[in-house]
Each structure stands twice: as C-alpha cells, then as structure tokens.
T-cell receptor, first 110, second 114 residues
C-alpha cells in the first residue's frame, strides 16, 4: 500500500542545520515533495524532487533522495526561528494523488 | 490577488447539525481538493474534483458531501453522519489533476462540534 512516515518532532538551536527525514513505500512515485505549514495556516509547497534525481538544492534547502531505501530528507541550513513550523513530506502516485506523511514539527530555539 | 479563500476560519456547531465549509479560488484552476487534518495524522483526502460538475471520493468520504457547480467554488458539507467531525479542514486547488503536486492551499477552517 501507499504510506509515508515521518518522525513527529525535531528541536534545533538557531543557526544549526535541521534534517527532517521521511520514508515512503510506493516505489512508483514520480515526485516527492516537502510542504511547510505555519501555525493555523494552510500548506505551502517548499520544494519537490523528481524520482530520478538524487539531490536538489534551493538556497538554504537541500533535498536528498535515496530511491533504493525509499528515504527522503530535507536539510535546512542556518535554521532560523522563522523556520519553526510543521513540515510534511508527500509523494504522488501514478494516478496523480498526493499521499502525505504525518508531519514533523520543527522547533527552533534561540 | 490570486488565491484560495476559506471561510470561516473558526466554526462551531452542535452535534447532529450539518455544516457547510466554503472554498473559493480565483486561480482559474480546474482541480480542487478537500483534506482533513488531525494532530499527528497528516492530511487525508476527503473529496476531489477534476472539473466542474464532477467529483470523486477520496480516502475518507463517509459523512461528507460536496458539489462543484462553478469552477471557482467547491463547498464541503459535513453531515451529521460524520462520527468525529472536529478537525482542521483544508481546501486546495491545482491547474489540473495531472499536476496535483502543484497544489495551492487555503488557510483552513477549524471546525469544532460541541
């Protein structure tokens, strides 16, 4: 079946790097995504990676994909207090449907 | 300003009452979606619509109903048959269902059933 798993919480100090991990089960996923949700708000697409790529970098964000292990990670360099939010990993199946993980709540302490 | 609006932001209802959540978009998107978010469970798809006058059930459609009479609007009705309706409801849209990853989300409606 289709399943996406994330750890629920991560706490880091301001200025450190954050690494949020995600595992998925559907090997036919075409795209994998990271969304950010600030408190009481909707989701904002941060970045996505095509399944034939290993890495994608966008400013402070680095996405790593290990397709063999079905493992996706999001690294945020120089984490700021404004990065505190819930981060969702998601995959799209061949029918175009998005499957979301449970979300990882990132807490950045000054 | 283009975007998706949901209203109201907070909604309280008594048990046994139906309630309708509004979702409007002016992005000219064909596809629209309704998700339910519960703590620690991520987002679950309730219903989606690929085009006007057409919609399909998602993973947790029981106790919900939708309509898509206009491209801009995709209201969700939470009926009294929904056993645990208290949740945060998110509406989203995408250009078409083939590009569902480019989903734009509304700010959400928090429904509390007393």
């Amino acid at each position: 079946g289709e399943d996406v798993e994330q750890s629920l919480f991560l706490s880091v100090r301001e200025g450190d790097s954050s690494v949020i991990n995600c595992t998925y089960t559907d090997s036919s996923s075409t795209y994998l995504y990271w969304y950010k949700q600030e408190p009481g708000a909707g989701l904002q697409l941060l970045t996505y990676i095509f399944s034939n790529m290993d890495m994608k970098q966008d400013q402070r964000l680095t996405v790593l994909l290990n397709k063999k292990d079905k493992h996706l990670s999001l690294r945020i360099a120089d984490t700021q207090t404004g990065d505190s939010a819930i981060y969702f990993c998601a995959e799209s199946n061949p029918r175009g449907k998005l499957i979301f993980g449970q979300g990882t709540e990132l807490s950045v302490k000054p | 300003d283009g975007g998706i609006t949901q209203s109201p932001k907070y909604l309280f209802r008594k048990e046994g009452q139906n309630v309708t959540l509004s979702c409007e978009q002016n992005l000219n998107h064909d596809a629209m979606y309704w998700y339910r978010q519960d703590p620690g469970q991520g987002l679950r798809l309730i219903y989606y619509s690929q085009i006007v006058n057409d919609f399909q059930k998602g993973d947790i459609a029981e106790g919900y109903s939708v309509s898509r009479e206009k491209k801009e609007s995709f209201p969700l009705t939470v009926t009294s048959a929904q056993k645990n309706p208290t949740a945060f409801y998110l509406c989203a849209s995408s250009i078409d269902s083939g590009r569902s990853y480019e989903q734009f989300f509304g700010p959400g409606t928090r429904l509390t059933v007393l």
